[in-house]
T-cell receptor, first 112, second 115 residues
Framework: GQNIDQPTEMTATEGAIVQINCTYQ??????LFWYQQHAGEAPTFLSY????GLEEKGRFSSFLSRSKGYSYLLLKELQMKDSASYLCAAPREGQAGTALIFGKGTTLSVSS | GAGVSQSPSNKVTEKGKDVELRCDPI?????LYWYRQSLGQGLEFLIY????????KSGLPSDRFSAERTGGSVSTLTIQRTQQEDSAVYLC?????????????FGDGTRLSIL
């Protein structure tokens, strides 16, 4: 079967760095996605990792270790607008282009 | 428009009624997905359309749920004889197709409330 786990909630302060972890079990593997979802809004794409290592994109970076079934999203120089839910997701049964299996999301609260 | 469009944005209906939710994907996107998101739960896959292939219906929770996609574009999700547990946000997404790294683009969803 497939399973994606991530912490339910995290808190941090403006300007800080936060790391949101995700562990997954899939029958196959075809990449891992991170999405951001502000309350009441649609999820928006942040990153995609298919190879081991760190992918940096401005203040956000995403890391993948396929051997450990582990990923994290790193947010630097936190801003209030980063308060949102962060969703880790993987293709169902590792098949490219199919629907995604999502974790329940990590709600990040950034305070001043 | 440039994004995925869903209508209505909100729907309140009585238990037992049928509802239809509409999704207009991004032009040129061959793949279309329906998910639902209940309070405190992750996004749950419902159904997936890819081009002219038979849809993957394996996520539909019961036979009260059905969906179609006409002309490879607009899709409607129908829930018959609605129950209170059907209350959720129904999200539609589209992507360029069966390519690994193509992200799914989501609409703003339809918030369905069953009284």
């Amino acid at each position: 079967g497939q399973n994606i786990d991530q912490p339910t909630e995290m808190t941090a302060t403006e300007g800080a760095i936060v790391q949101i972890n995700c562990t997954y079990q899939t029958s196959g593997f075809n990449g891992l996605f991170w999405y951001q979802q502000h309350a009441g809004e649609a999820p928006t794409f942040l990153s995609y990792n298919v190879l081991d290592g760190l992918e940096e994109k401005g203040r956000f970076s995403s890391f993948l270790s396929r051997s450990k079934g582990y990923s994290y999203l790193l947010l630097k120089e936190l801003q209030m607008k980063d308060s949102a839910s962060y969703l880790c997701a993987a293709p169902r049964e590792g098949q490219a282009g199919t629907a995604l299996i999502f974790g329940k999301g990590t709600t990040l609260s950034v305070s001043s | 428009g440039a994004g995925v469009s869903q209508s209505p944005s909100n729907k309140v209906t009585e238990k037992g009624k049928d509802v239809e939710l509409r999704c207009d994907p991004i032009s040129g996107h061959t793949a279309l997905y329906w998910y639902r998101q209940s309070l405190g739960q992750g996004l749950e896959f419902l159904i997936y359309f890819q081009g002219n292939s038979a849809p993957d219906k394996s996520g539909l929770p019961s036979d009260r749920f059905s969906a179609e996609r006409t002309g490879g574009s607009v899709s409607t999700l129908t829930i018959q004889r609605t129950q209170q547990e059907d209350s959720a946000v129904y999200l539609c997404a589209s992507s360029l197709g069966d390519v690994s790294n193509q992200p799914q683009h989501f609409g703003d969803g339809t918030r369905l409330s069953i009284l």
